[in-house]
């Protein structure tokens, strides 16, 4: 079996994308609790009607961020990741298929090669929801 630093990379390669499933209301209660961020616009829809002005909850951007995680440590283990960043820019609704993509910007041969790659979470219309870039060492 092939190896991630067995395979031949080249500057603008895609890694294999990352598609979460729709978000449902209770993967947000559930990610809310585990990550401990208990701000109501992402579970309770009266709340982010009424108080916060939105038509409904919206997905908490950093769920977005894990999701892009997710899509880095298919590709490498974990403990490959050395740099990780992400800029939200449009929050996640239920429903939302969100799909995350990057492609290979640089690589910089030595012991570890250094791979950097720009990232990408988008929903099923395509609607980019987070940007973002990662550094890899293999």
Not at 12 to 37: K, N, V, W
Not at 85 to 105: E, N
Not at 109 to 132: F, H, M, T, V, Y
Request: hydrophobic share 40%; glycine share 10%; proline share 7%.
């Amino acid at each position: 079996m092939n190896t991630i630093k067995e395979f031949k990379f080249k500057v603008g390669d895609a890694i294999p994308e990352f598609r979460a499933p729709p978000l449902t209301r209770l993967t947000l209660a559930l990610y809310c609790g585990a990550s401990g961020d208990y701000n109501p616009i992402h579970v309770d829809s009266d709340y982010a009607r009424n108080v916060a002005g939105l038509d409904d909850v919206i997905g908490p951007g950093m769920l977005t961020m894990a999701y892009l995680g997710r899509l880095l440590t298919n590709w490498v283990p974990q403990q490959s990741l050395l740099e990780f960043q992400t800029r939200l820019l449009a929050p996640s609704r239920p429903g939302d298929c969100i799909v995350c993509t990057g492609r290979i910007t640089a690589i910089e041969e030595g012991s570890p090669r250094i791979i950097r790659l720009e990232l990408q979470a988008e929903n099923q219309d395509g609607k980019k929801l987070a940007i973002g870039a990662a550094v890899v060492g293999i």
